[in-house]
């Protein structure tokens, strides 16, 4: 039974972090309406930055300042927050299709620099040795992943409700009105490009709070960690939660994690161990699967509005009577 309840919450910390991702993707996407496909560039920044403030020296390789983990988390939030302001400062000036397009090139460039910028992030090795919260309780590992699912929980909670609150406020009516009706939020003086780095900017640091958080929850990171599946994934838990949704964003999340380990495990023990690299490709088929399911009982996510039908059953107005003759 320990066992069992030390699994579930190993298990439930590593969607809680996806959480954190599609947090901010929500606020870009569902609330202000930029398609970003770049992403996994900002989760790395934050991993990456986090990474290099917190770890011990080492002669390999820059950084290794030995510092506390939470001023990691927030050096990645302040880095992964500029880095995307600079982003949508030179790319926010472009519009669906084109902008994807820009900021997946973004994610490949960081992915890239991480891959061969040897002396800075470790390269294809990656950066070990990365501090973690409670790492005095690994002996014990249900303390050690209760302890670890609690500071996730923390941190995520406290992010869902800044972004309820923000939701609710000028600025995010103004988000709103930026991505219904933009002529009407421009007619009132409001800035479109300026609240729209802004938006960008915040999600960008959530994502790398993300990514660090996950970096130390690991232990170990390289750029493998960062390829484009992880933007399917996000986008794939924001549209089965429901675009426009924070409720939605953390349920997808879960949901979707759930079923991509649950078909991991299914397809180990179904295929040998010869098979086991060619089947692992079922679990984007499961995602798919469940994807098209769930667009076609509810096209809006399980948590997003839905469109609002014109009625039809109006009363039938009443016949005109008909006039007298003579």
């Known amino acids: 039974m320990i066992d069992l309840v030390g699994y579930g919450a190993f298990f439930l910390t590593t969607p809680l972090i996806f959480s954190l991702i599609t947090l901010g993707l929500n606020l870009q996407w569902g609330l202000t309406g930029l398609f970003n496909v770049g992403l996994a560039g900002f989760v790395a920044i934050g991993a990456y930055t986090s990474a290099l403030l917190t770890t011990p020296a080492d002669p390999a390789r820059l950084g290794g300042f030995d510092l506390p983990i939470l001023v990691g988390w927030l050096g990645a939030m302040v880095v992964g927050g500029l880095a995307a302001a600079l982003t949508g400062i030179a790319t926010l000036r472009l519009r669906s299709d084109y902008l994807a397009i820009t900021t997946f090139g973004v994610a490949v460039v960081v992915q890239l620099v991480a891959l061969n910028a040897q002396k800075l992030t470790g390269g294809p090795f990656g950066i070990g040795f990365i501090p973690r919260p409670f790492g005095r309780l690994a002996e014990t590992p249900l303390l050690f992943n209760l302890s670890n699912l609690a500071i996730v929980v923390a941190v995520t909670l406290a992010a869902y409700l800044a972004l309820e609150h923000l939701a609710r406020s000028p600025w995010g009516r103004v988000l709103k009105a930026l991505r219904v009706e933009e002529r009407a939020a421009l007619s009132l003086c409001k800035s479109a490009r300026f609240y729209r780095v802004q938006a960008f900017a915040v999600g960008g640091a959530i994502m790398a709070l993300a990514g660090a958080l996950q970096a130390h929850f690991i232990g170990f990171i390289a750029p493998d960690n ?28 879960v949901l979707v994690w759930a079923i991509w380990a649950g078909s991991g495990a299914l397809t180990s023990v179904l295929f040998s161990p010869e098979q086991q ?38 009363a039938p107005s009443p016949a005109a009577p008909e006039s007298s003759g003579p």
């Open 226 to 253: 960062y390829l484009p599946i992880l933007t399917f994934q996000v986008w794939v838990m924001l549209i089965v939660g429901g675009c426009g949704s924070n409720l939605g964003a953390v349920a997808g999340s």
């Open 277 to 314: 690299a060619r089947a692992a490709s079922l679990q984007i088929v499961a995602i798919g699967v469940m994807l098209c399911v769930i667009l076609l009982i509810r096209p809006s996510g399980l948590f997003g509005d839905r469109p609002r039908r014109a009625r039809t059953d109006k």
